[in-house]
């Protein structure tokens, strides 16, 4: 008989990208969305690939290779961390089916492994996706090494475990001690957010400020580096180094931390769950509440309502524009032009930099894109819109209305600090900012459009369609894709490549917004 | 001549892989009309009903409410119905005067109307007391209640109900009916679906029997009904079928 964790973590494996779906569906559109979602996934994998090749081609050419295994598990479980934070509590409990999975003569240990696993065998794939294309980097510069091949598959497989676990600890806690509070999906984002942005700060500034040391051995000066974005990672460098027993360590050590971790919170799940799903005391009806207003007002409030309702859709929906408006306080705070100056560059180059940072502030903008997701949000309770007294396209546009406030607000602060600070000419100066709201729209659109052509109706969980729908990975890898394009573009054409990426957007805007004349909205 | 509010006219849907829903049905249903629409699972119903809402696609056929078609005039159908079905699935986030207020804005409610209309139905359904709390912290009855409160403060002319009586209990089922026949003298219509052949019995003055989506009786209970009853006729009318 097989085990029931594996009964059940395959029947959410089943459920998570649709291809269950599409291999039992009658109807073709199904199919070819799911075809489409492959070829996605293949572009996704492409574009990482891409750069992780880059990456290991310079550390090779630097004689630096055989760090590169130490620097894998370290950006791996870094990643892992953060991405398994902005997550929160929502991959472990409050899923849709909480009380039917609950009803069945199931260990809560069984439950939790396979909830576990799942999230798991999604890290594993990135870890994978990262260590493989250093690897044959690796092999083809420095030649084959059957101890390289083990103790990277090794760090690779084991390397997710102990972040989710940490990640999870910390996310459950942080849900649990907030899930009385009036305001707590606000107060929870708040508090992830903060802690997101002091890991990245802190790995940064320990990285940068290790960098400085210009005497040191550039190898031990990248292990002090590994070491301080996570220092478990180290251990496969010593291994490496001719320490056998390290390997022995990372994976017993994380092993172990994982096991502990499912054996304790299967002590306390449901106590967990009740605990997070605790609802508030009735509050009763007031006439004050009761106030008029216009239908697009009221779809675009509720909008906003939806996004600050859910720290996983606020998190992901924010993230860009906010690492947007740290970069502008960074480059407050820090004399960017003077180290640049200092450094050699001349103020021509600078002015490169400029436009070229226009295509990282478009990067940044479409990397987080509520909209995109917005219609997959209302999942089984969306015939309780469609049946309204609205055209689509006045649906559709609601929706996109958080994208561009939040797009065109931190764009602007970003953009005129990037002006101020690198000495923008009067050019420049009309450029950046007015490209602003046309990458706000542009992002706003295309997330709905993409929400509109690939909806994701059937999830259990909100992060299934906030984080692995496709309109959200088409935006996230495509907009990354096509925003270094700009940069470089913008770097070596100046204010005529981003003068060109406006009209590019807007053209696009122009063409979404016509062919949403025609939407149709059935559930 | 009674006035159709719904006309449904040789509706034909079939799914995507080939299953036929829905097989050229046409009904209609005039101003003060309670009418029934029963059937086994997977007859029909509900495909019936989501076509006729305008939230679902259909293949043949047309269907037109206050003479205006879904098809063409999608927005002005949905203006003058309300649409509850079987299990209203409320945004948890928004609290029921929250919701509420957003129905009242989508269809253009006055402030007034609306503040005594909302006073009229929570009273009614015994829901004030929680109209500020969020619509996540109600059992599955008070949302079915807040759902109707909520169909019922535009003035509907139309009412469309996928199995309303589910979930609630005896004296909310008991003012709904109230609430129906209110309606239905006002020149209102009500349209909804059920497996209770004793509440189609006693609240319809007309229903609809479909079987494979193909309608298999319809009209005025009494004609349909004869001298047996209703479970008696629903019976025969499968049976016959069948054979």
């Given amino acids: ?523 | 001549m009674e006035k159709a509010i719904l006309r449904i006219e040789h509706l034909t849907k079939t799914y995507p892989g080939g299953k036929r829903a829905v097989d050229d049905l046409s009904l209609q249903v005039c101003a003060g009309d309670i009418y029934g629409f029963i059937g086994q699972n997977g007859a029909g119903k509900t495909t019936t009903l989501r076509a006729t809402v305008g939230v679902l696609p259909f293949d043949g056929g047309e269907i037109f409410i206050d003479g205006m078609s879904v098809r063409e005039q999608p927005v002005q159908c949905k203006a003058v119905t309300a649409y509850i079905p079987d299990n209203p699935d409320l945004y948890d986030y928004l609290t029921g005067v929250q919701y509420l207020n957003y129905i009242g804005d989508i269809f253009g409610v006055e402030k007034e109307v609306r503040r005594q209309r909302i006073e009229k139905y929570a009273d009614m359904f015994r829901i004030r007391g929680d109209l500020g709390s969020l619509i996540g912290a109600y059992s599955h009855g008070m949302k079915q209640k807040l759902a109707v409160t909520g169909a019922l403060l535009h003035a509907p002319k139309l009412m469309i109900l996928d199995e309303p009586f589910v979930g609630l209990d005896p004296e909310a089922a008991f003012k709904l009916k109230q609430v129906f026949h209110e309606m239905c003298e006002a020149g209102s219509a009500i349209f909804f679906s059920t497996h209770v052949l004793d509440v189609a019995e006693k609240l319809c003055n007309k229903i609809a029997i479909i079987k494979g989506g193909k309608l298999m009786a319809d009209g005025d209970i009494e004609a349909v009904r004869g001298d047996e009853s209703l479970e008696a006729v629903f019976m025969e009318v499968l049976e016959s079928h069948e054979k």
């Avoid at chain 1, 991959?91 to 439950?111: C, I």
């Avoid at chain 1, 989710?164 to 999906?185: C, D, E, G, P, Q």
């Avoid at chain 1, 000066?221 to 320490?243: D, E, R």
């Avoid at chain 1, 299967?266 to 609802?279: E, I, Q």
């Fill in chain 1, 1 to 523: 008989m097989k085990s029931k964790w594996l009964i059940l973590t395959k029947v959410q494996l089943l459920g998570l990208l649709g291809f269950n779906r599409a291999r039992h569906t009658e109807d073709p559109a199904a199919r070819r969305k799911a075809r489409g979602a492959a070829v996605l996934l293949a572009v996704a994998a492409v574009v990482i690939a891409f750069y992780v090749v880059m990456v290991a081609v310079l550390f090779c050419s630097q004689g630096l290779g055989r760090n590169l295994p130490a620097l894998c598990v370290a950006l791996v479980s870094m990643i892992t961390l953060l991405f398994t934070l902005l997550r929160g509590s929502a991959g472990l409990f409050a899923m849709k089916d909480y009380d039917q999975v609950m009803s069945l003569p199931v260990t809560k240990r069984d439950l939790l492994l396979s909830r576990l696993l799942c999230s798991y065998l999604a890290n594993l794939a990135f870890s994978l996706g990262v260590t493989l294309p250093c690897l044959i980097v690796f092999f083809v510069m420095e030649g084959f090494s059957l101890a390289v091949l083990a103790v990277s598959l090794a760090g690779a497989v084991f390397a997710p475990l102990a972040p989710m676990a940490a990640a999870s600890v910390i996310a459950t806690l942080l849900t649990a001690l907030t899930a009385r509070f009036r305001y707590k999906n606000l107060l929870q984002t708040a508090v992830q957010m903060v802690l997101f942005i002091g890991l990245m700060a802190l790995s940064f500034s320990l990285s940068f400020s290790n960098a400085s040391g210009e005497q040191a051995d550039m190898s031990a000066l990248f292990n002090v580096l590994v070491c301080k974005i996570y220092p478990p990672a180290l251990l496969i460098g010593m291994t490496l180094s001719g320490q056998i027993w390290a390997i022995f360590v990372f994976i017993g050590g994380s092993a172990a931390i994982a096991a502990a971790f499912v054996a304790v919170l299967s002590l306390c799940y449901v106590r967990v769950h009740d605990a997070l799903c605790a609802k508030a005391a009735s509050v009763a009806y007031d006439a004050k509440h009761v106030r008029g207003g216009s239908a697009r007002a009221a779809l675009v409030r509720r909008e906003f309502k939806r996004l600050t309702s859910s720290p996983v859709y606020l998190m992901n929906g924010v993230s860009g524009a906010l690492l947007l408006v740290l970069a502008a306080i960074a480059l407050l705070i820090f004399d960017v032009k003077g180290k640049l100056l200092a450094a050699g560059l001349s103020e021509e180059m600078l002015a490169s930099f400029l436009y070229g940072g226009a295509g990282l502030l478009f990067m940044f903008l479409c990397m987080s894109c509520p909209s995109a997701s917005a219609l997959s949000l209302e999942g089984s309770s969306r015939d309780q819109l469609f049946v309204l007294p609205v055209s689509p396209r006045t649906v559709l546009l609601a929706k996109t209305v958080p994208t561009l406030c939040i797009d065109t607000a931190a764009g602007l602060i970003g953009a005129c600090v990037l002006c101020a600070r690198l000495g923008a000419d009067a050019a420049a100066w009309i450029a950046l900012p007015l490209s602003v709201p046309v990458f706000a729209a542009f992002t706003a659109l295309s997330g709905i459009f993409l929400n509109y052509k690939f909806p994701k109706y059937d999830w259990t969980t909100e992060a299934q369609a906030v984080k692995q729908s496709a309109p959200v990975m088409i935006m996230s890898f495509g907009c990354m894709a096509l925003g270094f394009g700009a940069a470089a573009a913008g770097f070596f054409f100046g204010v005529w490549a981003v003068v060109a990426l406006d009209a590019l957007c807007l053209a696009l805007c122009i063409a979404v917004f016509a062919y949403l004349r025609r939407a149709k909205l059935y559930v």
